[in-house]
């Protein structure tokens, strides 16, 4: 779709080589955080996966666990079910890291158990590993590192982000992955908006002088000076990789958003911008800002800054993932299922854009009156039906606050 070669994008641009390409933010982080996970040990994968695949499939093997869980925790827990790893689910990885932590001894103690009992090999494979702490500290490691990936990646699969504030989000996870493995004195050198270029393989700090975190170093305890310097030699080759991977995929990105800042509101309200500096509107995002701004009518009732309106309203509208897409791909796969494969096209698209302006179901939903009055035979199976009832369902949404709303003009935009 968006190769360097002989793609469906490079082929748009033969015939518009003004296109730009935004690609997703969220398939990039999960990328780089994949290729960094590959500089670690092979076995921590194994781990992970085989530890969902030991309970995915076996009803048996999970009432066992729950009762050693409870056991180790007390009656009132329940064990937590690990996520499963995956090439489509973004930064799969962290939750199930995160929920094998928390269960770390009672799995462990599961698995000692069903290696006597079961007699089978990956019970017996698994239950080395997790006897191994090395891999326990490899795993608080990677918990802690890609518990920031993750936060970043769901603010861009969140549908009511800021866009012009992603560009500084973006900086400073790189900043503080940086600060981790680069000389100080020479990172503060290096201005935050140049941070895509900056060549910090050559101002690399010592593994003896890199710092891990507070949890890093109490799992490290009582274990061998030797193992635990090999540990941080690879984790400080994990955290390059991550930063290599960052600077090189999301260097397209941080163009488009550093040239997006240009319209914050920050930026419009100061003297920078000689047009708008003088107009005092009260907001709360980016987005009411310049809807507020989109109102300011002149003395003949015309829109006094329609232009440079129209402009960043197209602009606020550009995606940079395609987590909304794939979140509705999985919910047309429910509606439109195998019992239902002869649903037509239009029904499917009236029953996903209902499901889209109701988010929360349609138990205290309350038609409006005007929805009443055109609840007849007369104008239920006219064509124009379901647009006037998509744009009530529009309206009452602007007034119970989920969307701001917009007027004629800043719709055609």
């Given at each position: 779709?968006?190769?360097?070669?002989?793609?469906?994008?490079?082929?748009?641009?033969?015939?518009?080589?003004?296109?730009?390409?935004?690609?997703?933010?969220?398939?990039?982080?999960?990328?780089?955080?994949?290729?960094?996970?590959?500089?670690?040990?092979?076995?921590?994968?194994?781990?992970?996966?085989?530890?969902?695949?030991?309970?995915?499939?076996?009803?048996?093997?999970?009432?066992?666990?729950?009762?050693?869980?409870?056991?180790?925790?007390?009656?009132?827990?329940?064990?937590?079910?690990?996520?499963?790893?995956?090439?489509?689910?973004?930064?799969?990885?962290?939750?199930?890291?995160?929920?094998?932590?928390?269960?770390?001894?009672?799995?462990?103690?599961?698995?000692?158990?069903?290696?006597?009992?079961?007699?089978?090999?990956?019970?017996?494979?698994?239950?080395?590993?997790?006897?191994?702490?090395?891999?326990?500290?490899y795993?608080?490691?990677?918990?802690?590192?890609?518990?920031?990936?993750?936060?970043?990646?769901?603010?861009?699969?969140?549908?009511?982000?800021?866009?012009?504030?992603?560009?500084?989000?973006?900086?400073?996870?790189?900043?503080?992955?940086?600060?981790?493995?680069?000389?100080?004195?020479?990172?503060?050198?290096?201005?935050?908006?140049?941070l895509?270029?900056?060549?910090?393989?050559?101002y690399?700090?010592?593994?003896?002088?890199?710092?891990?975190?507070?949890?890093?170093?109490?799992?490290?305890?009582?274990?061998?000076a030797?193992?635990?310097?090999?540990i941080?030699?690879?984790?400080?080759?994990?955290?390059?990789?991550?930063?290599?991977?960052?600077?090189?995929?999301?260097?397209?990105?941080?163009?488009?958003?550093?040239?997006?800042?240009?319209?914050?509101?920050?930026?419009?309200?100061?003297?920078?911008?000689?047009?708008?500096?003088?107009?005092?509107?009260?907001?709360?995002?980016?987005?009411?800002?310049w809807?507020?701004?989109n109102?300011?009518?002149?003395?003949?009732?015309?829109?006094?800054?329609?232009?440079?309106?129209?402009?960043?309203?197209?602009?606020?509208?550009?995606?940079?993932?395609?987590?909304?897409?794939?979140?509705?791909?999985?919910?047309?796969?429910?509606?439109?299922?195998?019992?239902?494969?002869?649903?037509?096209?239009?029904?499917?698209?009236?029953?996903?854009?209902?499901?889209?302006?109701?988010?929360?179901?349609?138990?205290?939903?309350?038609?409006?009156?005007?929805?009443?009055?055109?609840?007849?035979?007369?104008?239920?199976?006219?064509?124009?039906?379901?647009?006037?009832?998509?744009?009530?369902?529009?309206?009452?949404?602007?007034?119970?606050?989920?969307?701001?709303?917009?007027n004629?003009?800043?719709?055609?935009?």
């Open positions: 779709m968006i190769g360097g070669n002989k793609s469906f994008c490079s082929k748009l641009k033969l015939n518009v080589p003004s296109l730009i390409t935004i690609k997703c933010l969220c398939h990039f982080c999960h990328l780089a955080a994949e290729y960094a996970c590959r500089v670690l040990p092979k076995n921590l994968d194994f781990m992970v996966r085989e530890s969902h695949n030991w309970f995915s499939c076996s009803t048996k093997r999970q009432i066992n666990y729950k009762t050693i869980y409870r056991l180790v925790n007390g009656d009132n827990d329940q064990p937590k079910k690990i996520v499963k790893l995956s090439g489509t689910r973004w930064l799969a990885r962290h939750a199930a890291i995160k929920t094998i932590l928390h269960q770390y001894d009672a799995l462990k103690l599961h698995f000692e158990l069903a290696k006597e009992k079961d007699r089978c090999y990956t019970a017996q494979r698994l239950y080395d590993m997790y006897r191994d702490e090395d891999n326990r500290i795993l608080v490691f990677l918990s802690l590192i890609l518990s920031k990936v993750t936060a970043i990646n769901k603010l861009f699969q969140s549908d009511s982000v800021d866009p012009l504030k992603l560009f500084d989000d973006l900086y400073e996870i790189l900043y503080s992955l940086l600060q981790k493995i680069v000389i100080p004195q020479h990172l503060k050198k290096t201005r935050r908006q140049n895509e270029h900056f060549e910090f393989r050559q690399l700090m010592s593994t003896n002088c890199l710092n891990l975190g507070y949890e890093f170093n109490l799992t490290c305890t009582g274990r061998p030797q193992n635990v310097k090999n941080m030699h690879r984790c400080k080759d994990f955290l390059i990789e991550l930063c290599s991977q960052l600077q090189q995929r999301l260097l397209e990105n941080i163009d488009v958003l550093k040239s997006m800042s240009t319209f914050s509101p920050q930026l419009a309200t100061s003297q920078i911008w000689n047009l708008l500096h003088t107009v005092h509107i009260s907001f709360t995002s980016t987005e009411d800002y809807i507020g701004i109102e300011i009518l002149n003395a003949g009732g015309q829109q006094r800054y329609g232009h440079i309106c129209k402009l960043v309203l197209a602009i606020l509208s550009l995606p940079f993932s395609n987590a909304s897409v794939e979140r509705m791909f999985s919910i047309m796969n429910i509606v439109k299922n195998k019992l239902r494969n002869k649903m037509s096209i239009k029904t499917t698209e009236t029953i996903l854009r209902l499901k889209d302006n109701l988010p929360d179901g349609c138990i205290n939903f309350e038609p409006s009156k005007e929805m009443i009055r055109k609840f007849n035979s007369e104008n239920m199976y006219s064509s124009n039906f379901v647009e006037d009832v998509l744009e009530a369902f529009a309206d009452i949404r602007v007034n119970i606050g989920c969307v701001p709303k917009f004629a003009s800043t719709k055609n935009v």
